[in-house]
């Protein structure tokens, strides 16, 4: 599976959108890009996912530009309890967690 | 509830004690797997398993053992633990179909082996 690149850490303030790039620009054409997000320890938790076109459910929006060599989520306000990791993650089948980014939103 | 269901959440025990954690899913999920988080390292998958009876190995599959008899269950077996699989443990599943599915997974289990 192709890798991603994110930041390593993120601020956010509470009520703003909070925009989380990833990189990948070895994406293969049947990869999809997820999203999930872990909470201190808890189970990682699926936010979204998309292949080509954008995607927008209760959670988050995801951008991913024309030619798939990147991508954005967006949350659109953020909360105290959006506070977390953020993995982006290509997928076709098998899953590899990078490091993810640390958002950490403030009042 | 859709929900996968690991057990036990916290164990500690000693090295060689032959220890089993078990792995429940109620949505009839086909993909079920196994991962180990720990720090620095992330997540890293153990062994998966696409349906009943068939099983693989994951990145880091040594000192493990997997079986998969019904569809709703994946136990990880440690048959001799030893400390350096300390670590907390995710179980995941997933449909298969003709769209790719996202994985869910359980609260995790935090394992000591002293």
């Known amino acids: 599976d192709a890798k991603t690149t994110q930041p390593t850490s993120m601020d956010c303030a509470e009520g703003r959108a909070a925009n989380l790039p990833c990189n990948h620009s070895?994406?293969?054409?049947?990869?999809?890009v997820y999203w999930y997000r872990q909470i201190h320890s808890q189970g990682p938790q699926y936010i979204i996912h998309?292949?080509?076109n954008n995607e927008t459910n209760e959670m988050a929006s995801l951008i991913i530009t024309e030619d798939r060599k990147s991508s954005t989520l967006i949350l659109p306000h953020a909360t105290l309890r959006d506070t977390a990791v953020y993995y982006c993650?290509?997928?076709?089948?098998?899953?590899?967690f990078g490091a993810g980014t640390q958002v950490v939103v403030t009042p | 509830e859709a929900q996968v269901t690991q057990n036990p959440r916290y164990l500690i025990t000693v090295t060689g004690k032959k220890l089993t954690v078990t792995c429940s899913q109620n949505?009839?999920?086909?993909?079920m797997s196994w991962y180990r988080q720990d720090p620095g390292l992330g997540l890293r998958q153990i062994y998966y398993s696409m349906n009943v009876e068939v099983t693989d190995k994951g990145d880091v599959p040594e000192g493990y053992k997997v079986s998969r008899k019904e569809k709703r269950n994946f136990p990880l077996i440690l048959e001799s633990p030893s400390p350096n699989q300390t670590s907390l443990y995710f179980c995941a599943s997933s449909g298969r179909g003709r769209e790719n599915q996202p994985q869910h997974f359980g609260d995790g289990t935090r394992l000591s082996i002293l």
């Open positions: 949505m009839n999920h086909e993909y």
């Open positions: 993650i290509l997928s076709w089948g098998k899953f590899q």
């Open positions: 998309g292949l080509k």
């Open positions: 070895t994406i293969s054409g049947n990869e999809y």
